[in-house]
């Protein structure tokens, strides 16, 4: 399957503070990618997507970059708040959806 | 925006037995749904695709008659542990897609066999 890996399994992080999460993946046919949160017991949720003619999207506090030249993807989260803390999944799409092992944000108060 | 219901959201049931979970798209119509697995403390990984009316797609060293999968319609997949065992605990999710791009995940369902 698909060669996701992520740089930093857990992070942490103070309240107010920016977060980076990064994400390697391996299929250069990748066209469009997901992050995803998962907070503990349930499912993840969407939280921004990127097309691969695109190298930036913004959300609210979130912006996705993507730089398909070293096929890396980073999630920047603005003033980091408790709410936040989660599960960080990002999934590069090929014809399904394969994790990697996620980077875990601890925010601290 | 794009629901997915999952039922039941957890289930214990004694070894031996099967369990049958749910995944029903509520306001669009799912080509594909996936099933995943997740044990404390790690990723998801991915068990099967199904396509609406034909046989699911199992990933390698998923027991297909273990873990039996009907998506007999356009908004419901099932899939059902046969003589679930206790190794069998963990939480299962499910995803749906129209294909058009975007997964939509349901809230899970924590199977713990006893």
Redesign the interface.
């Known amino acids: ?1 698909e060669s996701v890996g992520l740089h930093l399994p857990t992070l942490s992080v103070q309240e107010g503070d920016n977060s980076i999460i990064n994400c390697a993946y391996s299929n250069s046919a990748s066209d ?1 990618f ?1 992050w ?1 949160k998962q907070e503990s ?6 939280i921004i ?1 990127i097309r691969s003619n695109m190298d930036k999207r913004q959300g609210q506090r979130v912006t996705v970059l993507l730089n398909k030249t070293v096929k890396h993807l980073s999630l920047q989260i603005a003033a980091t708040q408790p709410g936040d803390s989660a599960v960080y ?1 990002c ?1 590069p ?1 090929s014809n ?7 980077t875990k944000l601890n925010v601290k108060p | 925006g794009a629901v997915v219901s999952q039922h039941p959201s957890w289930v214990i049931c004694k070894s031996g037995t099967s369990v049958k979970i749910e995944c029903r798209s509520l306001d669009f119509q799912a080509t594909t749904m996936f099933w995943y697995r997740q044990f404390p403390k790690q990723s998801l990984m991915l068990m099967a695709t199904s396509n609406e009316g034909s046989k699911a797609t199992y990933e390698q060293g998923v027991e297909k008659d273990k873990f039996l999968i009907n998506h007999a319609s356009l908004t419901l997949s099932t899939l059902t542990v046969t003589s679930a065992h206790p190794e069998d605990s963990s939480f299962y999710i499910c995803s749906a897609t129209t294909g058009n791009y975007g997964y939509t995940f349901g809230s899970g369902t924590r199977l713990t066999v006893v």
Request: glycine share 24%; aromatic share 34%; hydrophobic share 30%.
């Open positions: 399957g469009y997901i995803y017991g349930k499912g993840p949720q969407f997507d999944f999934a799409q399904k959806f394969y994790f990697g092992s996620g």
